[in-house]
C-alpha cells in the first residue's frame, strides 16, 4: 500500500488539498479530523470518547488515533494509493503507521506557512454540518451563503475555529511538529510545500511529489 502523508498547522491546506486529489478517484483520502466529527455528529462511542480534547484543542489519544486508522487502512487491498491527513500527528504514531504490514509511507509532506497567516484562515474557515465540506469565505467561498454546494447543508464556524482554541492547536501542534520531521527526514522520505501560496499553485505543486 504506497501512503503519502500530508503534515502541517492546523488551517495549512492539509484538507483542502487532499479533498481535491480524492475527487480524481486515485486516492483514498483519511482524514482523522473528519473522521472524529462524524463520530461525534452520529453520537458514536468514539465520538463521545474525543470530542473533549478536540474542544479545548488537544490530541485525542494515540491508541484510540492509531486503531482508527488501523481499522481504515484493513478495508483496502495492498495496491490501493492514500493520502493520510491528520495523522500521524505524534511519533508514536508515526512509528505505528511503519509497524503496519503491507505498508510504506512513500512521502510525508511538509505545508508550511507562517503561523500568522493561520488565523485568517481559520477565522475565515466554513465548514457543512452535515457533510463536512470546507469552504473559505474570501479564498473558497460557497456559490449560495451558509449553503454547502455538495448537499446545501448549512456551514458552521468550526467550534475549534475559535481563536482561543485555535492558539492552543497551535500549541500542542509546535510541540509535536520538529520530532515528526526528525522522523521522516531520517528516513530520507520529507519534502516540504510552499502553503503560503493560491490553493491551485499548492495544488500543482504537490502533484509533483505525488508522482
Ligand atoms: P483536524 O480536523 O485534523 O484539524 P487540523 O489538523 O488542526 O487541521 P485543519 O482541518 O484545521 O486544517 P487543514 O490543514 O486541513 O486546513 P484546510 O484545508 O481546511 O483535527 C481536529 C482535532 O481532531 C485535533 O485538534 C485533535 O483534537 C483531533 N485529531 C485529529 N487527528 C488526530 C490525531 N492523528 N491524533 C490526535 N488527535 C487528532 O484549510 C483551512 C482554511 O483555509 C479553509 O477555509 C480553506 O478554504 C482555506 N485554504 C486552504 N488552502 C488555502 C490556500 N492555499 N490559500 C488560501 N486559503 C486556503
Redesign the pocket.
Known amino acids: 500500500m504506497n501512503i503519502f502523508v ?1 503534515l ?12 481535491r486529489l480524492s475527487e480524481t478517484k486515485k486516492y483514498h483520502h483519511f ?4 473522521m ?2 462524524a463520530a461525534i455528529r452520529a453520537d458514536a462511542p468514539l465520538g463521545k470518547k ?1 470530542q473533549g ?2 474542544k479545548k ?6 491508541d484510540i ?1 492509531i486503531g482508527l ?1 488501523e481499522d481504515a487502512l484493513s478495508c483496502l487491498d495492498n495496491s490501493s494509493q492514500v493520502i493520510l ?6 511519533v508514536p ?1 508515526a512509528e505505528a503507521l511503519d509497524k503496519k504490514v503491507s505498508t510504506t509511507v512513500n512521502s510525508a509532506i511538509f ?1 508550511d506557512i507562517p503561523h500568522s497567516e493561520l488565523i485568517e ?2 477565522s ?3 465548514t457543512c454540518s452535515q457533510c463536512g465540506e ?3 469565505i474570501d ?2 467561498p460557497p456559490k449560495k451563503p451558509n449553503l454547502c454546494d455538495k448537499c446545501d447543508g448549512d456551514l458552521i464556524h ?1 467550534p ?2 475559535k481563536v482561543d482554541v485555535v492558539k492552543k ?1 497551535l500549541e ?2 509546535t510541540k509535536q511538529n520538529d520530532g515528526l520531521l526528525k522522523y521522516y527526514g531520517n528516513r530520507r522520505n520529507l519534502n516540504t510545500i510552499n ?5 491551485e ?2 495544488e500543482s505543486e504537490l502533484k509533483q511529489y505525488l508522482q
Not at 502553503?195 to 490553493?199: E, L, R, S, V, Y
Open positions: 500530508f502541517g498547522a492546523p488551517g495549512s491546506g492539509k484538507g483542502t488539498q487532499a479533498k482524514s482523522t479530523g473528519d472524529l466529527r474525543a480534547y478536540i484543542g488537544e490530541l485525542v489519544p494515540d488515533m486508522i491527513d491528520g495523522f500521524p500527528r505524534t504514531q505545508f484562515r481559520l475565515g474557515r466554513r470546507s469552504y473559505h479564498f473558497s468550526r475549534d475555529d492547536r500542542v501542534f502553503a503560503n501560496k493560491p490553493i499553485t499548492v
